[in-house]
Structure formats: C-alpha cells, structure tokens
C-alpha cells in the first residue's frame, strides 16, 4: 500500500504534538515535562504512558515520531549512552523534526563533547537546564520555544485549582465537554493527515459518476463544525468569505466556477479551526450539553450536546470518503489522478 495510505492507517497510534525521548532513569522528569505541557494545552507522547502493548517498540515510536510537530530530547547523563534513545534521535533528524533540547544533570557543552551524532542532529538549536526547582521553573521558557516553532495548544489551559471558584478565572471543563474535546482533535487530526497525504490533483479528483472530491469533503468538514458548533453557541460563522456557499450540505463541485482553495489555505482553515472548536466545547457544562444551543437553527430540536456530536459523527463519514477517494487513486492510477 501506498506510504501516504500506510500513514493515515495508523489508526492504533494517537496524533500528538510533542514527542518526548528519555531513558527509563529519567521517565519521572519525562512524566512532570508531559504534565506540565498538558496543563498548558499541549497534547505530548512518551513510551511509558502511550505505548501499545505487543506492539513492536522501533515501528510505534517512529511512527509516533513522524507525526509529531516537535521532538523533545531529554539529555542526561543517564540517556547519552542509549540506543534506544539514539534510534529516535536519529528518526527525528531524518524526519526533519525541530528539537528542543531538555538537560538534566549535564551542561549544554558537556552534551556536546560526549554525544556527537546528537550534536549534529540538534544543530545549533538551543537546550534549557531543568535546575534544583524542577521542571516548572523552565515551563515559561519551554513554552515560548514550543510557539516560536509554530505550535499551538489544541486545548485550553488547565485551570488552576487554587483559583478554582474565583471570579474571572474560567472553570473546569465537564467530563462529557472533556470526551467530546478529545473526539473533536483526534477526527480533525486525522482529517488534516488525510489533506496533507494528498497531493493537488489528488484533492480535486472525484470519479465519474459522482460529485464530490477530497477538497470538498474536507472542506464540508470545516463548514459541519462551523454550523453544528460555532455557530449554534456564538451565534455567527467563522469560516472565510464564500466557504459556507461552497462547501454547505447541498453543494455541487462539479457545478462550482470559482478557483477552490489550495491545499495549504484549506490545511491553514483546519488546523485554525480545532483549537476554537475545543475551546467553545471546554467552555460547555453538563447543562448547557443538554439544552437547546443559544443561537439554535429554525425546526432543529436537539441540544447543543447532540448537535455537536453529530457534527463530530458527520467529519468522521466525510474523511471515509476522502480515504476510499485517495485510495482508489492510489491503487489504481490509471482510474485516478496519476
């Protein structure tokens, strides 16, 4: 198959944002870097906590390495000679992954001298020094490096419990709000990886017969979360000019003259688009779930719950087709794109 399908086929393995790589001496520093970025909004992965059971251990860290944005090194003293760590060290450079370097116990120059090949591959990116006060006293600075690559949170951050009940200071997210975040990143992830595994005549390609092509599906997603969830609480639409006309239930490419957007623009509106989406949820008790939504569509009688899952059901069947789309393109050039 395909590597592009292989990639989207990796249903067992969860998207995240940042891979952390340590040694299992290290593994309550990797567990307090995770808690931290996860408080912060950031969704991390690290071996003792997200690895699959029975699963071969060098396919599911690469494979979890690639689809990771950002490669965390945790360099010690403990971990610079491990082989372990130097196989995802040297996966992450392959993939062209940005590090960001996080010493323990050693200087940056130390690290230098005594691992080389990680030398090389970290270039001439800069690492921070977790001190005596531990992890959250370099958070701040680990932050600023995470959105200086580009990176943004998929999730609000945690509310402090100190603060909790204080007027002005938010409030902590519902466990149905919660479930229904966590479905919304893994869907919109996976619609987005399905976007990226396409190349441009991909995405415009629909059989004979039919309507609707990858682009479309995609798009039709963005407009789904847009009416199902943005629009039902916030009572206004924040898709870009034009997009609700083409892309709304209903729609015909093959009828459709203006130019459609390019797949960078499309990619830019979903990543856009998810961490709005979990904030607008996350901001949803269980009674608000349950009631009809503040700005309800004419003759719809479901709760603002029910709207929002439908809206997360309906981007899950729209990225089948877009799978079954590229897949016949793929296995059968000839019928396909090329």
């Known amino acids: 198959m395909d590597e592009a399908l292989y990639l989207y086929?990796?249903?067992?393995?969860?998207?995240?944002?940042?891979?952390?790589?340590?040694?299992?001496e290290d593994s309550e520093i990797a567990r307090a870097i995770a808690t931290c970025l996860?408080?912060?909004?950031y969704s991390t992965w690290y071996f003792?906590?997200?690895s699959l059971l029975g699963a071969d251990y060098l396919w599911q860290t690469g494979e979890s390495i690639e689809q990771a944005p950002v490669f965390l090194l945790?360099?010690?003293?403990?971990?610079?000679?491990?082989?372990?760590?130097t196989s995802e060290v040297v996966r992450a450079h392959e993939c062209g992954k940005p590090f960001l370097p996080v010493l323990r116990n050693l200087t940056h120059t130390e690290f230098q001298r005594r691992q080389p090949s990680?030398?090389?591959?970290?270039g001439a990116t800069g690492s921070v020094q977790i001190p005596p006060q531990g992890v959250p006293a370099i958070l701040t600075r680990l932050l600023a490096g995470i959105r200086n690559l580009g990176l943004q949170p998929v999730r609000p951050p945690a509310l402090d419990p100190k603060q909790s009940g204080k007027a002005g200071t938010g409030k902590?997210?519902?466990?149905r709000a919660r479930c229904?975040?966590?479905?919304?990143?893994?869907?919109r992830n996976r619609t987005i990886q399905l976007v990226q595994a396409s190349n441009p005549a991909e995405l415009t390609w629909k059989p004979p017969g039919t309507s609707n092509h990858i682009l479309w599906h995609a798009g039709h997603s963005l407009w789904a979360e847009d009416v199902l969830c943005i629009k039902l609480v916030t009572g206004s639409s924040e898709l870009p000019p034009g997009w609700d006309e083409m892309f709304r239930?209903?729609?015909?490419?093959a009828s459709w003259k203006t130019p459609w957007p390019v797949k960078d623009e499309l990619l830019s509106q979903l990543s856009a688009q998810l961490p709005r989406l979990v904030e607008i949820i996350g901001s949803l008790g269980e009674t608000h779930l349950d009631r009809k939504p503040p700005f309800p569509h004419r003759g719809d009688t479901r709760s603002l719950g029910e709207s929002i899952s439908h809206g997360l059901h309906d981007e899950a069947n729209h990225q089948g087709e877009m799978y079954l789309l590229l897949k016949i393109q793929r296995l059968a050039p000839d019928r396909g794109a090329g």
């Open 249 to 253: 239930m209903g729609s015909r490419p």
């Open 118 to 122: 990680w030398r090389q591959a970290v």
């Open 9 to 24: 086929n990796r249903n067992q393995i969860p998207m995240k944002q940042i891979f952390i790589s340590y040694v299992e």
């Open 74 to 85: 945790l360099i010690s003293p403990d971990s610079l000679g491990s082989r372990q760590v």
């Open 180 to 187: 229904l975040q966590d479905l919304a990143i893994d869907i």
């Open 48 to 50: 003792e906590r997200d």
């Open 38 to 41: 996860e408080e912060a909004g």
């Open 172 to 175: 902590t997210v519902s466990p």
